[in-house]
């Protein structure tokens, strides 16, 4: 004679065979990009992308140091150059910052004049919050500048159940705009008008 579960016996049965195929929120961590990735991601349409390597002497620290209210953990820094032909389509900077355990890599990409264009988290680590990989919560980045306060709960809305996420977000992305002002665009913008001169000059 076969015996056949009850419905309430039957319906456990079928729950907890969901729970063991369903990954449940422990497994939140994730590889969700790689550099080649990424970059691709970011610039479809550049001809290439190449790489500046800056390593951080004393007088930009202090410059950083200011800025942000402390000194970065890094003293030397990628920030990737998206070209067609001789002209600047834009620029990446990726790094990591720590969320309540473990290092959150992410990447944020810039206009050409500085300007956050947009932010991806590429590897998350911990095993909950990884609610702030949603495209709302990344989309609040775009538009950033220096200008900006880039704070969670002021001008950045934290994700219910990834507090402290949302807010390693928001000061890895304030860190990263400094960065590309302070490395990249004001140089450039310092040798232009020194270009300018000897033009004008000659």
């Known amino acids: ?14 729950l907890l ?14 590889t969700y990009f790689t550099t080649p990735q990424l970059l691709k991601a970011f610039f479809p349409k550049s001809e290439r992308v190449t790489y500046r390597k800056i390593l951080l002497d004393p007088s930009q620290q202090r410059v950083l ?12 820094y990628v920030v990737f150059v998206a070209l067609t032909g001789e002209r600047i389509d834009g620029y990446a900077l990726i790094d990591d910052e720590r969320g309540q355990h473990e290092p959150i890599t992410f990447a944020v ?39 900006d306060v880039v704070r969670a709960g002021q001008d950045i809305d934290v994700v ?15 860190r990263a705009i400094a960065l590309v002002e302070e490395l ?18 000659g």
């Open 1 to 14: 004679m076969i015996e056949h579960p009850a419905p309430m016996r039957l319906l456990a049965l079928v």
């Open 17 to 30: 065979l969901v729970a063991s195929i369903v990954p449940g929120s422990a497994g939140a961590a994730g």
């Open 65 to 76: 140091e200011k800025r942000l209210g402390y000194t970065p953990a890094r003293r030397e």
């Open 109 to 147: 990409k810039f206009s050409p004049t500085g300007v956050v264009e947009r932010h991806e988290v590429m590897v998350y680590r911990e095993g909950y919050g990884d609610e702030i990989t949603d495209s709302r919560f990344r989309a609040q980045f775009a538009g950033k500048t220096g200008k």
């Open 160 to 174: 219910t159940g990834a507090t402290i996420s949302s807010r390693s977000m928001a000061v890895g992305v304030r």
């Open 184 to 201: 990249v665009i004001k140089p450039a913008a310092i040798a232009g008008k020194q270009d300018e001169a000897a033009g004008t000059k």
